[in-house]
Structure formats: structure tokens, C-alpha cells
């Protein structure tokens, strides 16, 4: 079936640095990729998305961009701050109803 | 605040037993999800409805079932509670798009 692979699990980065997590999917049909933040025991939260027709998009601090070629997509944070620590979920659209298939989530930690 | 809202915040409820957890969208939005979170793991994806139909099914267990009513709020029922079954629920929203906001979610407890 189709899928979306997320990779790290994991990431640790030292406060103001950067961190880029990478989510690749299977479903060439795929036309719009979410990315949310989830803090601990809160909802998820759209935070910056993309649609196929473009390769990049920016919104202050965060980036994501898109390669549809190698089907494969990423979030960039710069200047990490404390409040970034959270969960990455990334997703990917499927079929004709609106349904999201998601990525297994990214732990990130900022490091003082 | 997504304008997604969901109750009870927290069910403890006792194995065997049978709840139901409640959705209302946002104003506008046709489109119902509902997912399952366990400690520290994804988003499962259960079940969506949009305008009262059941659209498509994820891993969603022959205990658990869902409805959308007239009015757009959707209910989840979980009956024959297991253990395993303590988790977040969250509902989410869309307006006939793939953006989905999500509810505060409902923590249940199965003890």
C-alpha cells in the first residue's frame, strides 16, 4: 500500500542551529504535503504546506521543499529556538477523498 | 484555537465497557477524521466522513464505529474496551480540502 517514510526519528540540535527533517513518499499521485508540529499532549498543528505545482515555500524560520522527480520532501527550521522542541508529523495526500497518509513523526530537541 | 472542538478531554473507563466520544468541526467544514494516538507512537488514521458518508476507513477495529449526523458533529463508539485501547483520540476537520485542523482530542484511559 502506499506509504510515507520519515526520517529522522529522532534529531538533536544545538540551539540556532538548523535542522532539516526528510519525508519520502510512494503515491506519484500525490499532490499536497502537510507538515504539523505537535507539542507534548497537544493537538497537532499545520504549521507550513505545500502543493505539487511548486518546489518551495517559505514562512519566516520554516521551509519546506518538495523534488517530485525523487518524490521526496522536507521541512527546513533555522535559528532554532527552545519552543521548536516538539513532534514533526509530515503527510502526503491520497486518493480522491482528501485523506492524508502520515509519516511516523520526528522527536526534535533544541539543545541550550 | 482550530475551532475543532471534542468532549470529553478525558474518559477512565474500565475494560469490556463501551464510550463515546464526540466531534464538532469547524463551522463550514463537510470533511470528519478520526485518528488514534498511543503513548509516544503516529497518527493512526480510523475513519472520515464528509457531509454524513463514510468516505474511507483506515485501521479502524470491527469494535469501533463512527457516524456523522445532520448537523456535522460525528461521534466515535468504542465498546468492548481493551487495555490497548487507552490512547488520544483526535478528531480533525476540512473544508472540502486536504488541510486538516485538528481538535483538542479526547484521552481515554482503559484500566
Known amino acids: 500500500g502506499e506509504n510515507v517514510e520519515q526520517h529522522p526519528s529522532t534529531l538533536s540540535v544545538q540551539e540556532g542551529d538548523s535542522a532539516v527533517i526528510k519525508c519520502t513518499y510512494s503515491?506519484?499521485?500525490?499532490?499536497?504535503f502537510p507538515w504539523y508540529k505537535q507539542e507534548l499532549g497537544k493537538r497537532p498543528q499545520l504549521i507550513i504546506d505545500i502543493r505539487s505545482n511548486v518546489g518551495e515555500k517559505k514562512d519566516q524560520r520554516i521551509a519546506v521543499t518538495l523534488n517530485k522527480t525523487a518524490k521526496h520532501f522536507s521541512l527546513h527550521i533555522t535559528e532554532t529556538q527552545p519552543e521548536d522542541s516538539a513532534v514533526y508529523f509530515c503527510a502526503a495526500s491520497i486518493g480522491s477523498n482528501y485523506q492524508l497518509i502520515w509519516g511516523a513523526g520526528t522527536k526534535l530537541i533544541i539543545k541550550p | 484555537d482550530s475551532g475543532v472542538t471534542q468532549t470529553p478531554k478525558h474518559l477512565i473507563t474500565a475494560t469490556g465497557q463501551r464510550v463515546t466520544l464526540r466531534c464538532s468541526p469547524r463551522?463550514?467544514?463537510?470533511?470528519v477524521y478520526w485518528y488514534q494516538q498511543s503513548l509516544d507512537q503516529g497518527l493512526q488514521f480510523l475513519i472520515q466522513?464528509?457531509?454524513?458518508?463514510?468516505?474511507a476507513k483506515g485501521n479502524i477495529l470491527e469494535r469501533f464505529s463512527a457516524q456523522q449526523f445532520p448537523d456535522l458533529h460525528s461521534e466515535l463508539n468504542l465498546s468492548s474496551l481493551e487495555l490497548g485501547d487507552s490512547a488520544l483520540y483526535f478528531c480533525a476537520s476540512s473544508r472540502g480540502s486536504e488541510e486538516q485542523y485538528f481538535g483538542p482530542g479526547t484521552r481515554l484511559t482503559v484500566t
Open positions: 466522513y464528509y457531509n454524513g458518508e463514510e468516505r
Open positions: 463551522s463550514g467544514d463537510l470533511s
Open positions: 503515491d506519484s499521485a500525490s499532490n499536497y
